[in-house]
């Protein structure tokens, strides 16, 4: 035994050594000189080999409230912290800097984190393309995609010469206040701790604000209040609109996300500061503050359920739908108001993708001082597959570059880089200066219920179509669970659900649920970018009900694959013209539903009723012999669900759709010719 044991530690040593001495430039060759190098100077030797860290730093707000933050500051060989001014990131989390500094201990670990990553890129390891499992290989490869030092203190950053702060959000980890999710008290938390972080004698006066996910939204939303002292953003799959992102897309509460997220930062905000209470310095108001707000929205949540209609609606609840009130003011974001050099990194199937594009748009700045990344990526597997041959570097990558450049004045290049950088669906990655591409046009193509001959376990088999139907038709389709083994129900668990393919890249299950209107194959390449809208004509046998629709790619061999997705509460159909996208001759090509109780339009029962459902905005290639589906379907859950009082309107009955000469249905789609 002994000597097995001797053998396995030698061997495994020798496998490190190996692994430690790979090159990563070699799986980088096609990449331009200015990526190559970004990655190497993330790679490189550190200039100061320690890392400081000030635990739990009191930061007073304006307000009194104490934020507590953990500051990583650099040391050198001889361990005293660096003392020259340097520039500082911040990063705001909600599920405490506790939970992140265990993140940053394992990927501080000599010998693991670098030889892993290198082992998945060079050897493309966990590659199960080909297999009925092939999402598990893209959630381990996001472990070598450089989310992980993004997420937490970046050792590695810090040591070439920056301070971090990693801060608990108000009324989370070890934070005093009551959790605001979003609020206008939390953005301006972070303004001021940038201004904090600015004065201090181990500053430089220039900060740089970060994050992912929640740490992503707080960064930008940061920037919105328009801190002297922030300089740059680096933020990773964030949302913007978030009632519309992942709250309530489409007037439907996404139910595989929410409460999951809501849960786990309630329950975390209560894991007190063990420290204190061992030297007697227990912060009593941080108590204080959460016995005053114990499951913060959450109550709400669970009391949303017993509500069987709208008019008990209690008023509390009234408040949060209230555009004008502080929650919906508060998760509204206003990327137009941004003036720091910002760095997006977003998914088209993440749960905040309907805002990433939008954001990079709205910001103010010229191409060289904003950036914008989209990959095939769900939230879970965002960064998945960066740092390979063909693909752009690491997102630690190029966070460093991005932080050097604008906090440090270093000439990388980074300015240059395309201002898109896009994973074309069905094709690979893409670089452009304009989303949407150039060159699109919006082309109408109708649902016909003349079969496509495409597909047989559907509702119905339908076509899509250049001309309008020539006769009515009426087609039904009831509320069912298929759509829980679907791209939607991958997305709207933040990937969970993508590891098994069946589900996460191919539709046929969900549509077996399903309307599907498959169109004619196309002949040559063919490129789609920017919003899509599909126009329907419904009727329901209840006053209220709830529409999903996708917008697909057929492969020659039957796969259907989502490019995009939609929904829409019927009675929540009404439009905010202002905000929508509109061509001259009306159509819509991005609506904007107001989502308010107060301009709900209960439908008619048995009475023809036009909605659009918006899908969120993609960017995709047909190759030859592909097709243009769209499915059809009288529910989403989990990506959304009515609240139950309007659920119980609804009835779960069956839902038609009119294909009427007078009054077609239609999907709008901006394509660079016609199909």
Excluded at 66 to 82: E, L
Excluded at 343 to 362: L, M, R, T
Excluded at 380 to 397: C, H, K, N, Q
Excluded at 570 to 577: Q, Y
């Amino acid at each position: 035994m002994k000597v097995f044991l001797r053998r396995w530690v030698v061997g495994a040593a020798v496998a490190a050594t190996v692994i430690a001495t790979l090159t990563v430039p070699a799986a980088q060759a096609d990449r331009t000189a200015d990526e190559t190098a970004w990655t190497a100077a993330q790679d490189e030797a550190p200039k100061y080999p320690g890392v400081h860290i000030d635990w739990d730093v009191p930061i007073t707000m304006s307000d009194g409230v104490v934020i507590k933050a953990n500051v990583y500051r650099p040391m050198d060989a001889a361990g005293r912290i660096v003392d020259t001014p340097l520039p500082t990131i911040v990063n705001m989390t909600p599920y405490t800097k506790l939970a992140y500094m265990l993140l940053d201990s394992g990927l501080s670990i000599p010998g693991l984190s670098d030889p892993l990553v290198t082992l998945i890129n060079r050897f493309d390891l966990f590659n199960l393309n080909g297999t009925p499992f092939s999402g598990f290989g893209d959630q381990v490869k996001t472990l070598s995609g450089g989310i992980a030092r993004a997420v937490t203190a970046d050792r590695k950053l810090i040591q070439s010469g920056y301070t971090e702060i990693v801060a608990d959000l108000r009324g989370t980890g070890f934070s005093q206040g009551v959790w605001q999710a979003f609020g206008e008290r939390e953005k301006q938390d972070t303004a001021e701790i940038a201004e904090w972080a600015a004065r201090q004698p181990w500053s430089d006066g220039k900060v740089g604000l970060a994050g992912v996910s929640n740490g992503g939204i707080s960064a930008l939303q940061g920037a919105e209040q328009q801190p002297p002292s922030v300089q740059a953003v680096f933020s990773v799959i964030p949302g913007s609109d978030l009632l519309r992102d992942t709250l309530a897309p489409g007037g439907g509460f996404v139910v595989g996300f929410v409460p999951f997220w809501l849960a786990g930062i309630n329950v975390a905000k209560w894991l007190p500061d063990l420290v204190s209470i061992a030297t007697g310095g227990f912060d009593w108001k941080w108590l204080a503050d959460r016995v005053a707000s114990p499951v913060t929205f959450l109550d709400t949540l669970i009391r949303a359920l017993f509500v069987l209609s709208v008019d008990s609606i209690p008023p509390d609840m009234r408040a949060l739908l209230d555009p004008d009130g502080p929650f919906r003011v508060g998760i509204t974001g206003h990327p137009d108001k941004v003036e720091a050099p910002t760095f997006i990194v977003g998914g088209w199937h993440d749960i905040f993708a309907n805002s990433q594009p939008e954001a990079y748009n709205a910001i103010p700045l010229p191409t060289s001082q904003k950036k914008l990344l989209m990959g095939d990526w769900y939230h879970s597997t965002a960064g998945a597959g960066l740092g390979v041959a063909g693909a752009p570097p690491r997102i630690d990558a190029l966070q460093r570059a991005w932080f050097d450049k604008w906090l440090k004045g270093i000439d990388n290049g980074i300015d240059r880089y395309s201002p898109l950088t896009l994973w074309q669906q069905g094709g690979g990655w893409t670089s452009t200066d304009q989303f949407p591409r150039p060159g699109m046009t919006y082309t109408r193509q109708y649902l016909s219920a003349e079969p496509s001959g495409t597909t047989g376990a559907v509702v119905h088999d339908g076509s899509l179509r250049a001309e309008p139907p020539t006769s009515p038709t009426r087609l039904t389709v009831a509320p069912g669970l298929s759509t829980v083994c679907s791209r939607d129900g991958a997305q709207g668990t933040a990937g969970i659900m993508g590891i098994i393919d069946a589900c996460g890249k191919d539709s046929r299950i969900a549509e077996t649920a399903a309307l599907t209107f498959t169109g004619n194959p196309v002949a040559e390449p063919t490129l789609l970018s920017g919003p899509i809208n599909v126009h329907l004509n419904t009727v329901l046998d209840a006053t209220d009900g709830y529409w999903s629709a996708t917008l697909n790619d057929v492969a020659p061999d039957g796969t259907s694959t989502v490019l995009s997705s939609g929904q829409l509460t019927a009675s929540l159909r009404k439009n905010d013209d202002g905000k929508s996208k509109i061509l001259p001759n009306g159509d819509y090509t991005a609506p904007f539903p107001v989502l308010t109780l107060a301009d709900r339009e209960p439908v008619a029962p048995g009475q023809p009723t036009v909605l659009d459902v918006g899908l969120v905005a993609t960017d995709a290639v047909l190759p030859p012999g592909h097709r243009l589906r769209v499915d059809i379907y009288a529910a989403n859950f989990p990506r959304g669900m009515m609240i139950p009082a309007l659920l119980l309107e609804s009835q779960l009955r069956p839902q038609h759709l009119e294909l009427d000469p007078a009054s077609p249905s239609w999907v709008n789609v901006p394509l660079n010719r016609p199909i």
